[in-house]
């Protein structure tokens, strides 16, 4: 089980590497990525919390993957597909059955994964900010 859940883990970190090389360097301009292009690519982009959270197409709430990659936006709740909203970073989110308490380096103050349904997020998962996020109260 262990082994399964280091392959996961190191599946889920190398496609969060991979979107956040892709995206982190890019501002909020015109043609670069942001909630707009990104829906209309077939990602479903939502306001949760304090920001516009993307989740790449495919992923079934029927069928829940074992990890999902959140590009995360500021943008205002008011225009959550805001083309000008800027890129704040990724956010790694695991489901809750995989998940073995490890702490998360990159998201202070508490350096804890989020279990989201403790703040209204109906899915099973626990989320790791890769960007100082506020908290969600």
């Known amino acids: 089980m262990r082994k399964i859940i280091a392959a996961l ?4 970190t190398a496609v969060v590497a991979a979107v956040t090389l892709t995206a982190a360097p890019l501002s909020a301009s015109d043609g670069s990525v ?3 292009t990104l829906t209309n690519a077939g990602w479903t982009c939502l306001w949760l919390v304090h920001a516009t959270h993307c989740v790449p197409p ?3 709430v029927s069928n829940l993957p074992p990890s999902i990659p959140v590009l995360v936006f500021g943008a205002p ?3 959550p597909l805001d083309p000008t909203a800027p890129f ?3 956010e790694q989110n695991i489901r809750a059955d995989l998940f073995a308490g490890q702490p998360c380096p990159t ?4 350096f804890q ?3 989201l349904p403790s703040i209204g997020f109906p899915l099973p998962y626990y989320a790791c900010h890769r960007f100082d996020a506020p908290p969600p109260f």
């Open 9 to 12: 883990l190191g599946g889920v």
């Open 34 to 36: 942001n909630p707009t």
């Open 58 to 60: 495919g992923i079934n």
């Open 77 to 79: 709740r008011t225009d």
């Open 88 to 90: 704040l970073g990724t």
């Open 107 to 110: 998201d202070p103050p508490t």
């Open 113 to 115: 994964y989020t279990f």
